[in-house]
């Protein structure tokens, strides 16, 4: 069965350093690709997409993810963290494109300490 | 409306009774979803509308749950007799299109205690 692996359920970073969220996909097909973010009693939140253009992807909140289809990855990275960025990430795929099939990771807690 | 609106967002109630939960999807998106959040568990996909019509209902883990769609716009998910087991987040989201292309707009959820 394909599967979604986040690497870490629990990260902590400093104010201001580099915040690393890893994703690992388990097909050699490429997939689409999506993060999301749950702030506290709160929905998911669409962070980026990956659905076959740019192998860079770009969201909301100075977050940006790249697919390296080699390593079957899609990491999370934003160059300086905030403490507005403490939430739990979800990476999430699907292969047919559809959400019905959309599979997702078990989650990542992000703490930014100050 | 601007984002995908459910509601309770908490419901407490005891076994053995049936809870509604409702959602209203963004306005325009045809495609309609629910999944359930458990501690633990991780996400897991319920059940999928398309308009009105529920093409995959694989998800529902068991007769106890059924959900409709009215008017392309609301859905319902009922819990027939709930289960301690059945304590979890539900969560609606709601597309344009059932399809990649897409970002899955979710609403905040609600959150089901069985006591």
């Known amino acids: 069965a394909q599967s979604v692996t986040q690497l870490g359920s629990h990260v902590s970073v400093s104010e201001g350093a580099l915040v690393l969220l890893r994703c690992n996909y388990s097909s050699s097909v490429p997939p689409y690709l999506f993060w999301y973010v749950q702030y506290p009693n709160q929905g998911l939140q669409l962070l980026l997409k990956y659905t076959s253009a740019a192998t860079l992807v770009k969201g909301i909140n100075g977050f940006e993810a790249e697919f390296k289809k080699s390593e079957t990855s899609f990491h999370l990275t934003k160059p300086s963290a905030h403490m507005s960025d403490a939430a739990e990430y979800f990476c999430a795929v699907s292969w047919s494109g559809s959400a019905r099939q959309l599979t997702f990771g078990s989650g990542t807690q992000l703490t930014v300490l100050p | 409306g601007a984002g995908v609106s459910q509601s309770p967002s908490n419901k407490v109630t005891e076994k053995g009774k049936d809870v509604e939960l409702r959602c209203d999807p963004i306005?325009?998106?045809?495609?309609l979803y629910w999944y359930r959040q458990s501690l633990g568990q991780g996400l897991e996909f319920l059940i999928y509308?398309?308009?009105?019509?529920?093409?995959?209902k694989s998800g529902l883990p068991s007769d106890r749950f059924s959900a409709e769609r009215t008017g392309g716009s609301v859905s319902t998910l009922t819990i027939q007799r709930t289960q301690q087991e059945d304590s979890a987040v539900y969560l609606c989201a709601s597309s344009r299109q059932d399809s990649g292309n897409y970002g899955y707009t979710f609403g905040s959820g609600t959150r089901l205690t069985v006591v």
């Open positions: 306005s325009g998106h045809t495609a």
């Open positions: 509308f398309q308009g009105n019509s529920a093409p995959d």
